[in-house]
Structures are given as C-alpha cells and as structure tokens.
C-alpha cells in the first residue's frame, strides 16, 4: 500500500479529453455530422447545424438518432456550450442508455462545468460500459477524483489510463505531478 502526493501543478489547470464520436451506420447528414465530429471538419457551428438537421429531418433509426444527440453534443462542448450537450446526451442516453461515448462524453462536460461529483456518475458508467475510449474514462475520472480531494484514486485511475493507452502523452504529463512514497 502507498500514498500518492502531488507535487505540482493545480488540479484546476486539468483539462478533460472530450469528443468521443458515435458511429452512425448508413448514409445521409446523420453520417456526414459524424465523420464531422470524427475528423473535425468544418466549424464546429456548422457541424451542429448539420447535425441538428439530420436530427430534425432524416428518418433515423434509434441508434443513429441517439449517436446523432451524442455527435451533436460533442460539436456542442467544444463550442463551450456544455448546458446544451448536457441536454443533448440526457436525449440521447434515453434513446440508449448503454452507449459508454455518450455516458463518457457527459462526464468531460461535467469536468468543464467543475461539478465534479457528476462527472464521477458518468464516468463511472462510461467504465461499468467498457467505453469504445476506456482510457479516457479513466483519464477523466482521474481528474474529477483529484477534483474531489481522492488524490489516491486519480493517481490509480491515471496509471490505468497509461496501461490501456501508453501512448497518450497527456497522461505522462499528469503523472509526472505524483510522488509516490511507502507507508
């Protein structure tokens, strides 16, 4: 058993990794706002408009509605609009509430807002779902643990996100701010 202190670096300055796209099976502007979210095309604005269209206008089954809200709320938070993804991927966790991008999408909005304590909800369901991007549910988790005072449980949460993703360097940065001493 062992203590994880910080070093350095205010937990504040953490910045939640964000945009995890659903897939959208088949054709037509449902497809295109997702290759939009995916490959980060365009504005961002135009990309929410094209989505909200094929919410609006195309006959979509309710998977790809669902990941269309998810797709549109990702546009949404990196516009810094976080109340309307919030609501998008509430409409779209009705849809489908077993989807972990929306649940893990959700969580890094909370992590923008500083409500940490709901961003441990999502994320905690983005991991029970075994999200598609599982290191970055713990990678956010990680944060709002730190957020809440569970400094232990971000250290944790980081070495898992390095162990499913040892090539994400945001998490050798956050790891460097941990001294890890014995009891």
Not at 75 to 102: I, N, V
């Amino acid at each position: 058993m062992f203590r994880a202190l910080i070093l350095a670096a205010a937990a504040a300055t953490l910045a939640p990794i964000a945009g995890a796209q659903v897939t959208v099976i088949g054709g037509g502007i449902a497809r295109d706002c997702y290759e939009a979210v995916k490959f980060n095309l365009g504005r961002p604005a135009d990309a929410e408009a094209l989505c909200t269209r094929a919410i609006q206008l195309e006959a979509l089954n309710v998977q790809n509605k669902a990941a269309t809200f998810t797709n549109r709320g990702v546009l949404r938070m990196r516009q810094g609009d976080y109340d309307a993804a919030l609501a998008d991927y509430a409409a779209a966790k009705k849809m489908q509430p077993d989807t972990g991008a929306t649940w893990l999408n959700e969580g890094a909005a909370y992590i923008f807002k500083k409500d940490f304590n709901s961003a441990l909800v999502s994320l905690e369901k983005a991991i029970e779902l075994n999200s598609e991007d599982l290191y970055a549910a713990y990678y956010n988790r990680a944060i709002a643990r730190e957020n809440t005072g569970d400094v232990q449980g971000a250290y944790y949460d980081f070495v898992k996100s390095k162990e499913l993703n040892p090539e994400f360097e945001a998490t050798d940065r956050q790891l460097a701010r941990f001294t890890v001493t014995t009891n």
